[in-house]
């Protein structure tokens, strides 16, 4: 009896180790599930994300684990029709599989809200609390292998404009305007953004970034770059008609390419961007079949100096 007890305690033993490690393993997997990680910040919402995918798999296995187990091993015999133990309740077994996912939750928030904070997105919380504002700090994510002189560079403050249905970026110190979003690599950015009209949604995937932009507000937005590449920047909220087509470039370089592209911007004479929205609102005046649905007129296309 004593040698059964025994090999039971090693099987628990040795199955939960198997499971802890393939759990981890698949939690590590996670992460070449996103995009690159192009931001500093993205580092928190992809540790984020393989801590969930660790934890739900540990909870998969560790209950399909078990079931196998029991099928397996202890299955009644061949035409062993009788019944089973009466057990009627066991409070110890209730309280500890109530008292884990109740842990387990807390812990889930609690790590996600120090995520939130860390992202330094702003919600609607400054909007509520108008007599109290809750005053949230920007993103402070610091990146990985970046000189610390790189990182006490001034902050580049870039100005955000959001419009049906247009993204248009505005470098005050050199007064260029562009419909593609230029960044500095390993430098810290300061975007302002506001809307002219309706909610927009600032959205940059491979950033991990997604700031809601309130109409008659400014929001200060801080990140930080590490990436070189080009990107994408979407609108996540629906906007009207022709939301979908209101996406922009990301173009992530060098410190010296940068001042080099807003050197040469800044020789360009402003003209009209190209505006996917505007052209196919102006290609329903052709269409022979009206539907009769109001749709919202997009705004002018911006004068810019780089069109992107």
Do not use: C
Request: charge should be negative; aromatic fraction near 10%.
């Amino acid at each position: 009896m004593k040698i059964q007890k025994i090999l039971n305690i090693l099987t628990l033993l040795t199955g939960a180790i198997a499971v802890t490690a393939m759990s981890l393993w698949i939690g590590k997997q996670a992460y070449s599930w996103l995009p690159p990680q192009a931001a500093a910040e993205s580092q928190l919402i992809d540790d984020l994300i393989s801590f969930l995918v660790t934890l739900g798999a540990f909870i998969f296995l560790g209950v399909t684990s078990t079931l196998m187990y029991s099928v397996i091993f202890h299955r009644a015999v061949k035409d062993d029709f009788t019944d089973g133990p009466p057990i009627e309740g066991n409070i110890t077994l209730e309280v500890v599989w109530t008292a884990i996912p109740i842990l387990l939750v807390f812990w889930i928030a609690g790590y996600s809200y120090q995520v939130y904070e860390q992202m330094g997105i702003q919600g609607p919380s400054e909007l509520v609390h108008l007599h109290n504002p809750l005053r949230m700090e920007s993103a402070y994510a610091e990146p990985k292998d970046v000189p610390a002189n790189a990182l006490a560079e001034p902050v580049e403050k870039i100005d955000v404009l959001a419009k049906q249905w247009a993204w248009v970026f505005h470098y005050p110190e050199t007064d260029v305007t562009s419909t593609e979003l230029h960044l500095p690599r390993d430098r810290r950015v300061r975007l302002a953004l506001r809307s002219q009209d309706v909610l927009h949604g600032f959205y940059i995937p491979a950033f991990r970034l997604k700031q809601d932009i309130i109409p008659n507000h400014a929001i200060d937005f801080e990140f930080t770059p590490i990436r070189p590449g080009q990107y994408r920047l979407t609108d996540s909220q629906y906007s009207g008609t022709y939301f979908a087509t209101m996406q922009a470039n990301v173009v992530v370089e060098s410190p010296e390419d940068y001042q080099q592209w807003l050197a040469q911007a800044a020789t360009q004479k402003p003209s009209l961007a190209n505006n996917q929205a505007a052209s196919e609102y102006a290609q329903t005046s052709h269409q022979s079949v009206k539907t009769g649905w109001v749709t919202v007129p997009p705004a002018a296309p911006p004068l810019v100096n780089s069109p992107g």
